[in-house]
């Protein structure tokens, strides 16, 4: 076994091993003695007061080895050992010693202790005493593939709560965690106590009950943190000097520079500051730089400081001295980059390659433009440009650039179109959070269904946004009023009790093992983390906003500040997965690595929605602000995560609701996904405040000649808008309806129902949810319910006779058809809401994936 830290305390070398004078500071010392094999510590006293509590710390030449304590016991980690004495001579009054009861053990080899302190002062008295210990400490012990914490809480008060941080090497992945739970986003895993450990008595620590988990290979973190302090107490180490700074290309203007990268102090290397004598002139990420509007023929000098993530700078590298160069000593430009061509693409990014220019005095660089922007400079003909948008053309070109900043024309063009978000066809299905109530539809039946393995995007419903601070709300259970037209409906409302909070039973979780109810995360972002190991191709965004928790989007877009506090406050909950605390659960990333992105539902920008939405005269153009204000932060977190996080948006049927809310060609170049909604043409209200009078279909493919209504909806003229506004095919999925809506009171009319009078809403599958039904729970209650297709506008509805109910929904022959027709318009598939109204046996998903291949 080893552990991370060098000690929980000090150690130092021992000068002396006979009996010394008395230890001022804390009255105690311990001297060694050996025979033969057996080792002897006599711990005295010599103090005015009793000590109650110590320990001996030592250490030992590499390969030796303590067993057979006697009096004591004795726990070693590599060449370091800790010895606690039995509870018999644990307190030692003033002026005796640990005779004739004193520890003794055996060594595998007769040799004397290296270094000896006894509760943090040396063994012999001498030095005085050591540092204080940490006011919490954490010990890691790793034995084979497992890891384990000590906790120690080293003060006079409980603590009653603590979590630790830590780094692993690459690749590296913790699990299976007892005692505690494990959080791991990319290589830092976040550990948090069970109940039982999270409250520790003061000066106790956390055994035998410490937290354990499984590493997938035997290696020590990389650094270690509890409650925000390093493990080991000690102070927060910087990173090292950056080292050999050197320039490796010098223009005019420019200055690259390039030094050797920093190792991590007590936290990991976030990145560099490159100063210009006293002035930051960059911060990157890595360990180059090219410093840009520079004098020609000027002498600068140039440092670079390593940057933590806590922000700890180390100290300045050796400067470094560089002269710009002198136009007048060249005029000519180098020759033009030829071959410009693609070796690589993925949905995000772009790999060019070109032939490397010539030039009389050198080539320094290239500037890799996309249209006219210089997206990258970089020293040799090869670039990798980031940060674009899937299934989306672009025009590379590039220039050189000499040592004297002549620069050649431009390449001949290429356009390259990035992947698509996915291969073949979307999948994406909404799973509502309030339907482990009365639908009582969980997590775990989107896997016994067959759903999760057919689908590539889940969209958790809904995140709120918090009235006051205007940032993401999350750690309340507060249920909205029942009235539909409440302008107040979801003010401060949320469920964490669904989302992280309620204990699921071993036959609702997806893995059939049940919470204890003491966990930190549970519930159902829980079984979604579950759902993901057991899927790790499905994508998990968080839907923020909906019907009801729209009313302050037009708040949170109004200015470049507000957009920057609410996207930051986002990517910190739902991406980093730092919830608040509710009953007990939560807390600092404990939802880490659940969501993969945003799926962004403001109903609507620039035009109504729920009764008392807030609407701006600038909503459309701060809408598209907000979209890139999420990309920018969300790729800004990718350079330092390695995962590129997702961006999609239920965006509206309506074209005048279109036209007032979204810049779609601009857009676009932000988002990955347009899940445009293809049903609710026409429905009743719940509250009979929407179209209580006339039926209609609610998700039509084509328009209907018998339409009444003074604008014909339809699945074909909302897609051609998004086509004609420019949005790639490839980004936009259609929305199907896995529920039914109705009305009551219905007319034959002579067309089965059809486009007919009504006196209102049909009794719904819930009391609140009048005239909307799950296809799964209409097909089985709505008695004599006589199925029409309607073919020439691919539109399913059922019809309980004269003066009955008639319904409209998607049924497999309407899915059948409307799949292929996606597929001839070559988009990228199909979106559903919501996944509850399917049959236990996924008719309707079987009928989506079957129809996309």
């Not at 002026?95 to 000896?116: Q, Y």
């Not at 410009?340 to 990014?349: E, V, Y």
């Not at 909906?546 to 909950?573: E, L, N």
């Not at 043409?681 to 009444?708: I, V």
Request: aromatic share 10%; glycine share 10%.
């Amino acid at each position: 076994m080893r552990r991370l830290a060098t000690a929980l305390f000090a150690l130092t070398v021992l000068t002396a091993l006979a009996v010394p004078a008395a230890n001022a500071a804390t009255g105690l010392t311990a001297t060694f003695s050996r025979t033969g094999n057996t080792g002897k510590f006599v711990v005295a006293n010599t103090g005015t007061t009793a000590v109650s509590g110590w320990s001996i710390k030592f250490d030992l030449p590499a390969g030796v080895t303590v067993s057979g304590a006697q009096n004591a016991t004795t726990k070693q980690n590599g060449t370091k050992v800790t010895l606690t004495p039995a509870y018999y001579i644990s307190n030692l009054p003033a002026g005796r010693n640990t005779d004739p009861f004193s520890p003794t053990f055996t060594l595998s080899s007769a040799v004397d202790p290296t270094a000896c302190t006894i509760n943090n002062a040396n063994c012999d008295g001498s030095g005085g005493p050591g540092p204080a210990p940490a006011p919490v400490a954490a010990e890691f012990e790793l034995n084979g593939n497992q890891g384990k914490f000590i906790v120690a809480n080293n003060t006079d008060a409980t603590l009653t709560d603590w979590s630790i941080t830590f780094t692993l090497p690459s690749g590296v992945t913790a699990s299976n965690a007892n005692n505690g739970t494990v959080a791991q986003s990319g290589n830092t895993v976040t550990l948090n106590p069970v109940h039982y450990n999270k409250s520790i008595g003061a000066r106790k620590t956390t055994e035998p009950y410490s937290p354990t988990f499984q590493l997938s290979s035997a290696v020590e973190p990389v650094t270690c943190r509890i409650n925000n302090a390093n493990c080991d107490g000690t102070p927060d180490v910087p990173p090292t000097v950056p080292a050999n700074l050197t320039s490796p290309v010098k223009t005019t203007k420019t200055v690259s520079l390039k030094w050797d990268a920093s190792k991590a102090g007590s936290l990991p290397v976030a990145g560099y500051e490159v100063y210009n004598g006293t002035t930051v002139a960059a911060t990157v990420t890595t360990a180059a730089a090219t410093i840009t509007g520079l004098t020609p023929n000027t002498a600068y000098s140039f440092t670079v400081k390593a940057k933590d993530t806590k922000g700890t700078l180390s100290a300045a590298s050796t400067a470094l001295s560089v002269t710009t160069n002198n136009p007048a000593d060249d005029t000519q430009a180098p020759t033009v980059p030829a071959n410009l061509r693609s070796t690589a693409k993925d949905a995000g990014s772009v790999t060019l390659a070109w032939n490397a220019s010539t030039d009389n005095k050198g080539v320094a660089n290239y500037d890799v433009y996309v249209g006219d922007t210089v997206a990258a400079t970089v020293l040799e003909p090869t670039a990798v440009v980031s940060g674009l948008s899937p299934s989306t053309e672009y025009t590379f070109s590039v220039k050189a650039r000499d040592l004297y900043d002549n620069i050649s024309a431009a390449s001949t063009p290429v356009k390259v179109t990035t992947a698509d978000i996915v291969g073949g066809y979307a999948r994406v299905g909404y799973f509502v959070q309030w339907g482990i109530y009365g639908r009582q539809f969980f997590v775990k039946n989107l896997d016994t269904s067959g759903t999760a393995a057919k689908l590539t995007h889940l969209n958790y419903a809904f995140g709120n946004i918090d009235p006051v601070n205007l940032t993401c709300l999350h750690g309340v259970t507060k249920g909205t009023s029942p009235n539909p037209q409440d302008p107040n409906q979801g003010d401060g409302a949320g469920d964490a009790e669904a989302d992280y909070s309620r204990p699921f039973s071993s036959a609702q979780s997806v893995d059939g093992v049940a919470d204890t109810g003491w966990e930190p995360l549970r519930g159902n972002y829980n079984q979604l983390k579950k759902l993901k190991a057991k899927h790790p191709n499905l994508k998990v965004l968080i839907s923020l906003g909906g019907w009801t928790y729209s009313k302050y989007f037009s708040d949170v877009a109004a200015t470049d500040a507000s957009r920057k506090k609410f996207v930051s406050s986002c990517i910190d909950m739902y991406i980093k997965g730092n919830l608040p605390t509710y009953n007990a659960a939560g807390g600092p990333g404990t939802a880490a690595g659940i969501f993969d992105g945003f799926d962004l539902d403001w109903e609507w920008p620039g035009a109504e929605g729920h009764a008392g939405n807030h609407i701006g005269p600038n909503d459309k153009v701060n809408n598209t602000l907000l979209i890139e204000e999420f990309r920018k932060q969300l790729d800004e977190l990718t350079k330092t995560s390695g995962k590129r996080y997702q961006i999609t948006a239920f965006t509206p049927a309506d074209r005048a609701k279109i036209d007032a809310g979204w810049e779609l060609g601009r857009v676009a170049k932000s988002m990955d996904i347009f899940n445009v909604q293809g049903y609710d043409f026409h429905g009743s209200g719940s509250d009979n405040s929407w179209e209580p009078n006339r039926t209609g279909h609610q998700g039509n493919l084509y328009k209907d000649a018998d339409d009444p209504y003074s604008f014909h909806f339809s699945v074909e003229d909302t897609v051609n808008a998004y086509l004609e506004a420019g949005v790639p095919p490839r980004k936009i999925t259609v929305g199907l309806a896995f529920y039914g809506r109705g009305w009551q009171g219905v007319k034959d009319g002579g067309k089965k129902g059809e486009w007919q009078s009504a006196t209102g809403a049909a009794p719904g599958q819930f009391q609140e949810e009048a005239g909307t039904r799950g296809y799964s729970n209409l097909i089985a209650s709505v008695p004599n319910c006589t199925v029409v297709h309607d073919e020439p506008s691919v539109a399913t509805s059922c019809f309980t006779g004269d003066n009955g109910q008639w319904w409209t929904f998607d049924d497999v022959w309407s899915i059948q058809k409307k799949t292929a027709w996606m597929k001839s318009k070559g988009l990228l598939g199909a979106m559903i809401w919501e996944m509850s109204g399917d049959t236990a046996g996924g008719l309707l998903i079987n009928a989506v994936d079957a129809g996309l291949k």
